[in-house]
């Protein structure tokens, strides 16, 4: 591993902007080393489970995007910023079940976690209703884990084909989580899984826009940013340590 997950537990402003800053460095040195200039990469900061007092001030160092993967709590969190804040975005960035997908189509701008054409569908319905789109990730199991969603490498071209009819959704590119290991080189396979991947559907004609790579969190996002990912999701290395890290949908 190349970095340290979890900062120290942030209190203040100060706190935030010195983590924040501390990530963006070492974001702007992975992309360096892989030839590519800091601003090719945004940092999406993930805000699950920290509560809005503490987002106050995260909010006020600089974090303009909330990622959360718990759909009511975002939902909530987006209605109590919502005069505070109006230009805050939101990135929904864990598995959705599709009765869930009607509070997704009213706030997020983001959704890092789509798996089937059934779920886009009812995106599509939803947001069509809001008047709202929605921008896609596909995610890609990269890893084989059990444990990870998403669908495997083989079945993207087809799910992409399927969606391209549901105009409420803006696919912008694909999504992973790498295998929880220490392994480098088993992190660095599935992240250049997902770049080869994305390569592949571009070759052969996706969309205008399909050029994102949300790959890396705070254990793993300079290995990420090596293998080319342009979103890294990073929680712990901005709030410090989660208290119970990988808490789902
Ligand atoms: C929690 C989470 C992250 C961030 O993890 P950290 O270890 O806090 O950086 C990234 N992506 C997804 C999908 C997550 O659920």
Same mark, same amino acid.
């Given at each position: 591993m190349t970095s340290q997950p979890a900062a120290a537990q942030a209190v203040t402003t100060e706190d935030f902007s010195r983590n924040l800053a501390t990530v963006n460095q070492k974001i702007a040195e992975a992309a360096s080393r892989s030839g590519r200039q800091a601003s090719a990469v945004r940092l999406l900061p993930v805000t699950k489970t920290i509560e809005p007092e503490r987002l106050r001030l995260a909010i006020e160092a600089g974090v303009q995007t909330l990622g959360e993967n718990k759909v009511q709590e975002a939902l909530a969190k987006s209605e109590e910023f919502a005069s505070e804040y109006p230009t805050l /975005?939101?990135?929904?960035?864990g598995p959705l079940q599709a009765n869930k *997908?009607?509070?997704v189509a009213r706030f997020a701008h983001e959704f890092h976690a789509l798996d089937s054409l059934k779920l886009a569908q009812t995106l599509q319905r /939803?947001?069509?209703l809001e008047e709202r789109t929605l921008e896609v990730f596909i995610q890609v199991n990269t890893s084989g884990e059990d444990s990870k969603s998403g669908i495997a490498a083989g079945e993207v071209a087809e799910l992409l084909e399927a969606i391209a009819p549901l105009d409420r959704l803006v696919p912008r590119g694909?999504?992973?989580?790498?295998a929880n290991t220490t392994d480098e080189s088993t992190i660095r396979a599935s992240f250049a899984l997902l770049r080869t991947t994305l390569e592949e559907l571009r070759d052969s004609g996706a969309p205008e826009g399909f050029d994102q790579l949300s790959m890396g969190m705070s254990g793993d996002f300079e290995l990420a940013i090596e293998e080319g990912a342009t979103v890294v999701r990073v929680g712990q290395?901005?709030?410090g *340590?989660?208290?119970y890290p990988q808490a789902s949908a």
């Open positions: /975005r939101y990135a929904v960035i *997908a009607k509070f /939803r947001l069509e694909l999504m992973t989580m790498a290395g901005i709030f *340590a989660r208290s």
